[in-house]
């Protein structure tokens, strides 16, 4: 472990990544954050040091044992049903010949999705009816910040369609985990020339991969659509594929010969502000299934529901029931210890705070002295503090809530002669809320009054998806199986209700 300590901290300071042509003034853009795949070995375990550590922080470094074990299960119980939130009064509720016709052109590709994603692929060549002179590029191996994709000419649509497989490896996962906000521009070009030109943040890793599957689409595409002129570019994928398929079609529709692709995303991750989703409501078509909860999910939505569930009152609820109370509160007590430990963890309760109240909070300094308080506090014993935590009237909640800042036994009078910043980081810059992009599908499975599930699908308001909502299900709402089963069932219902 130590040899592979010290090969992460020197490539994660030696490489720098530029800063985008696009970044606007003033923007606190981290040059650890890359806009581009990396192109070699160092670059990758850059990355992979910078994820790693992203994710440790957001994660451990903020979330609570209590809150993980028990609190979000509480929060779930508490919260009810969540499926009318998505047929409220600003849904709409779509029906007839045109919505069964549109739901079975998106169960094909979907079909079409899953077999590229968990076949083999001669199998998706047999099922789509292709063959091998039909494919245009295969990319299936996935690398970090590098999804696995292919591009078929399909003859009976009079289309190229591009697929980009989701999150189904480590790397694939790494590349979804890279989830800082990078900026990023759409010049949406038409016959009459730019008509509109939105500037906003998406998504680290979809941004790099969409980027680096444009690099080697665009010359194919160009050689095919010489051949081809009148064939239309269909862009689509699932989940983490659904996100980066969605900014390849922002990048591709920047050029005349592309002008007119489209994407139909399914289960798409929240992948951009809500200035460049808007922007594509007319070319892309986001679906979503039931409770899944990943179309909300980005660092903004987990902060707020970070917040409800350490305000909300499930200690008083589960702690009593506990046989083994004494085992959780020392459990509790010792992570405790460790994360306030760590250089790179923050503590929990500190940072219940509006994202923009972090922002404005000034850059910490760290100086001799306290260094010097810092280090003698951490060879003080564990059984010390334990003992200290001992006489709070609530441990798991006092002993957890224990920051131990830079200021701590820092003499008012002293100057430090070489003061020592801490490094920039984006999570204490204001975040920015990522959405689903497009025009919203949103399957919904309401009971009815003979309490039987009652299946409905709206086309909703983009607001609905800035908070996280959990449920049991969340999981198996998300995979494509379920997808699919949930489409063939709202397409046989809408059928016989038309009969």
């Known amino acids: 472990m130590r040899h592979l300590f010290l090969l992460f901290r020197p490539a994660q300071r030696r490489i720098a990544f530029p800063k985008p042509l696009d970044c606007p003034p003033g923007c606190h853009y981290m040059s650890t954050w890359p806009d581009h795949a990396p192109s070699t070995w160092r670059e990758s375990v850059a990355i992979t040091s910078r994820t790693v550590k992203y994710m440790c922080r957001e994660t451990l470094g903020k979330w609570p044992i209590g809150d993980i ?5 509480y929060h779930m119980k508490h919260q009810g049903t969540i499926q009318h939130d998505y047929a409220g009064k600003d849904s709409l509720q779509l029906k007839g010949d045109e919505t069964v016709s549109e739901l079975m052109y998106l169960l094909n590709y979907l079909r079409l999705c899953f077999y590229f994603s968990k076949r083999p692929f001669p199998e998706f060549l047999q099922y789509g009816g292709y063959c091998q002179d039909n494919v245009l590029i295969q990319n299936s191996k996935a690398r970090l910040l590098r999804p696995a994709f292919t591009i078929v000419c399909d003859e009976k649509s009079r289309s190229f369609i591009i697929i980009i497989r989701g999150a189904t490896s480590i790397r694939d996962r790494l590349t979804a985990a890279t989830s800082g906000e990078v900026p990023f521009r759409h010049i949406n070009i038409q016959k009459g020339g730019v008509v509109n030109f939105v500037k906003g943040y998406a998504h680290c890793g979809m941004v790099a991969a969409a980027r680096w599957i444009a690099k080697y689409a665009v010359p194919c595409l160009n050689k095919a659509k010489n051949q081809f002129p009148d064939y239309e570019i269909k862009v689509m994928g699932h989940s983490m594929g659904a996100g980066v398929a969605a900014i390849l079609t922002h990048i591709l529709r920047e050029r005349k010969e592309f002008a007119s692709s489209t994407c139909l995303a399914f289960a798409p991750a929240a992948c951009m502000t809500w200035e460049l989703a808007e922007s594509g409501k007319e070319f892309i078509t986001s679906l979503i299934n039931r409770n899944d909860m990943v179309p909300s999910f980005s660092k903004v939505s987990a902060d707020n529901l970070r917040s409800e569930v350490v305000g909300s009152s499930w200690l008083n609820d589960v702690v009593g029931p506990i046989p083994l109370n004494k085992l959780f509160k020392a459990i509790n007590q010792h992570v405790a210890f460790l994360q306030s430990c760590l250089v790179f963890m923050s503590s929990s309760r500190q940072e219940v705070r509006n994202d923009a109240d972090i922002a404005l909070c000034p850059q910490p300094i760290i100086s001799e002295a ?14 010390e503090h334990l003992q200290i935590s001992s006489s709070f009237k609530n441990p798991i909640r006092e002993f957890s809530s224990l920051s131990f800042t830079s200021s701590e036994k820092r003499p008012t009078n002293f100057t430090p002669k070489r003061p020592i910043k801490l490094n920039s980081d984006p999570s204490s810059k204001e975040h920015k809320q990522l959405f689903p ?16 599930e009652s299946i409905r699908v709206y086309e909703n308001p983009r607001s609905l998806y800035a908070k996280m909502r959990l449920s049991p299900d969340m999981i198996r709402h998300h995979y494509m199986p379920s997808y699919v089963e949930m489409l063939e069932l709202l397409i046989e219902d809408l059928t016989n209700k038309k009969e």
């Open 69 to 73: 074990a028990f609190g979000i299960k």
């Open 437 to 452: 992009p497009g025009r919203i599908i949103h399957m919904v499975s309401l009971p009815d009054l003979a309490s039987k």
């Open 370 to 383: 306290s260094i010097n308080s810092r280090t003698s506090f951490l060879s003080t014993t564990v059984e």
